[in-house]
């Protein structure tokens, strides 16, 4: 995933790539332009077509045969909707409470649990390879894939050229098509199945180009690495890998849920580093169970004290070289240990700015969409398919169109 891909984004299925709410597994297959929308089809573009061309001749520079390209640009090219997504990625900042409730609801957590199961062989084989737990390796594939359900359908070769042609991070997008030329040339990869994110991360575990060169592996032993296919084990050994090359260390705790004292004034951030029992001195203690010992740690309180908290380990590091993104490493953490069996969080979020809870924004997109104002899934993250029903719904009934979610509102529905 990162090597880096996008500081910002959050993981796959917390972009829509891997959403499939319901519960059941999705096909994968070919890649189906009728399935994407207008904006993720390649459309005329002379000025692009020119970056190619000049392109071409420094891929041959760096060892791509004329053959690779002519056969890996065939069907491609620019995609307006990578360059729209990519200059405007702030819609995925989400609170926690917003980005667990993407990437770990329930429904997700019960299908991750079978899907599992299923791969338990795979999954404890390259655990006990190379030391990465294999619940962690589990919720990556459930972050980024909906384990494996939802890999992605954009192509890698036109979803990377448009972004080195648009330039605003040309070198690192650049350095990932070539990247993915090599994959094509070596054999890793067909350029029909070489299909992912818009911003050019493919795989179970969603890998982008540079970083599948780094530390790809062909765990299964069939003379391919590959991350793509029905078969994880690939991936899973891949990820696995780099968590080990990022520091990852054999049997060490990475992330547990805390419950800081009334009046807690310690400091707290991944720079303030403490050891176990000296948190404990401080009067810390685990939500559940007891402190795992794991050498030093910090403490994050992402929505501020007196919500929930969290004591992070090396291994939490480790987790944030895949995605530098805090709430990534705590989605992933929180998915494992429900995979592994273990409840909700014990902490709760409470009442937003709008002076509701989780469940009464569920139950208010759930009104909506009942009174026929469609707010999409009922998962309780405001976004604008939300805040469009309200301004219909607001607007139909007279109200003042605010497109804001309230209390009022809610009894309203």
Same mark, same amino acid.
């Given at each position: ?52 061309? /000049? %392109?071409?001749? #420094? &891929?041959? *520079?760096?060892?791509? =045969? $004329?053959?690779?390209?002519?056969? +890996?640009?065939? @069907? ?33 957590? /019960? %299908?991750?649990? #079978? &899907?599992? *199961?299923?791969?338990? =062989? $795979?999954?404890?084989?390259?655990? +006990?390879?190379? @030391? ?38 040309? &070198? ?14 070596? @054999? ?226």
């Amino acid at each position: 995933m990162i090597l880096t891909r996008r500081n910002m984004i959050l993981g796959a299925s917390a972009l829509g790539l891997a959403a499939c709410g319901s519960g059941g597994a999705m096909r994968v297959g070919p890649s189906d332009p009728a399935a994407l929308g207008p904006e993720f089809r390649p459309m005329p573009n002379a000025s692009f077509d020119t970056w190619v061309q /000049a %392109f071409r001749g #420094r &891929a041959q *520079a760096r060892g791509i =045969s $004329a053959g690779t390209l002519d056969v +890996a640009f065939r @069907g491609q090219g620019y995609l307006p909707g990578v360059v729209e997504r990519d200059r405007n990625q702030t819609e995925f900042n989400r609170s926690l409470e917003d980005y667990l409730a993407l990437v770990a609801p329930e429904e997700k957590v /019960a %299908f991750g649990q #079978r &899907a599992v *199961a299923q791969q338990n =062989s $795979a999954l404890q084989s390259v655990a +006990a390879r190379y @030391g990465v737990s294999a619940d962690v390796l589990a919720a990556i594939w459930g972050v980024e894939s909906y384990f494996g359900t939802r890999r992605g359908q954009i192509p890698v070769i036109s979803s990377t050229t448009t972004l080195a042609w648009e330039g605003r991070r040309g &070198a690192f997008f650049e350095s990932n098509l070539t990247d993915a030329l090599r994959m094509i040339q070596s @054999g890793d990869a067909r350029p029909s199945e070489l299909l992912g994110s818009w911003a050019g991360a493919s795989g179970h575990t969603q890998l982008m180009p540079n970083a599948f060169q780094n530390f790809a592996v062909d765990f299964d032993g069939n003379g391919r690495r590959d991350v793509w296919g029905d078969n994880p084990i690939d991936a899973f050994g891949t990820t696995a890998n780099y968590l080990k090359r990022s520091g990852w260390q054999s049997g060490q705790p990475w992330a547990v849920e805390v419950i800081l004292p009334q009046g807690f004034t310690a400091g707290i951030g991944k720079a303030r580093k403490r050891s176990v029992s000296d948190w404990q001195s401080l009067g810390v203690r685990a939500a559940r169970g007891s402190l795992p010992s794991g050498g030093s740690a910090a403490i994050l309180a992402p929505m501020g004290l007196g919500r929930p908290a969290f004591l992070v380990f090396r291994n939490f590091e480790a987790i944030l070289r895949y995605n530098p993104s805090e709430n990534y490493g705590l989605g992933v953490s929180y998915l494992a240990n429900r995979l592994a069996g273990g409840g909700p969080l014990v902490g709760t979020f409470g009442a937003d700015q709008y002076g509701l809870t989780l469940q009464q924004r569920k139950d208010l997109q759930r009104g909506l969409s009942q009174a026929g104002f469609d707010a999409g899934k009922p998962d309780g993250v405001l976004g604008n398919k939300t805040e469009a029903a309200i301004r219909a719904y607001q607007q139909a009934k007279g109200m003042t169109v605010t497109g804001t979610p309230s209390p009022d509102l809610l009894r309203r529905l």
